[in-house]
């Protein structure tokens, strides 16, 4: 069993920046892929960014050039970097794990998920 815990979001200004934060349990963190999602308010799920267990990254259309993913396997945390905020990124961001390692921009193709921290973006 992972459990997964985000930090990080809150209201912030259009061009500001927010790095959200997910610590992960277990002790095989650094085999896991990680991914970032969110959800708007009447929007399905969206893919935001996923990292492979060897530091592969690859990014949503919508923030490419904007959001950055990484990951400290000592910390066993994820980080999602959020830069040149828009409106259209005010979401519910969760972060999940896929423990084969290879990641997804399928929801499905992750076992685990957290509870999700919000983002507000206001203009």
């Known amino acids: 069993q992972v459990q997964l815990v985000e930090s990080g979001g809150g209201l912030v200004q259009t061009g500001g920046s927010l790095r959200l934060s997910c610590a992960a349990s277990?002790?095989?963190?650094?085999?896991?892929?990680m991914g970032w999602f969110r959800q708007a308010p009447g929007k399905e799920r969206e893919f935001v960014a996923v990292i492979t267990w060897n530091y592969k990254t690859y990014n949503g259309e919508s923030v490419k050039g904007r959001f950055t993913i990484s990951r400290d396997n000592a910390k066993n945390t994820v980080y999602l970097q959020m830069n040149s905020l828009k409106p259209e990124d005010t979401a519910d961001y969760y972060c999940?794990?896929?423990?084969?390692?290879?990641?997804?921009?399928?929801?499905?193709?992750?076992?685990?998920w957290g509870q999700g921290t919000q983002v507000t973006v206001s203009s």
């Open positions: 999940a794990a896929d423990v084969s390692g290879v990641g997804s921009w399928s929801e499905s193709g992750y076992e685990y």
């Open positions: 277990g002790r095989t963190f650094s085999s896991y892929a």
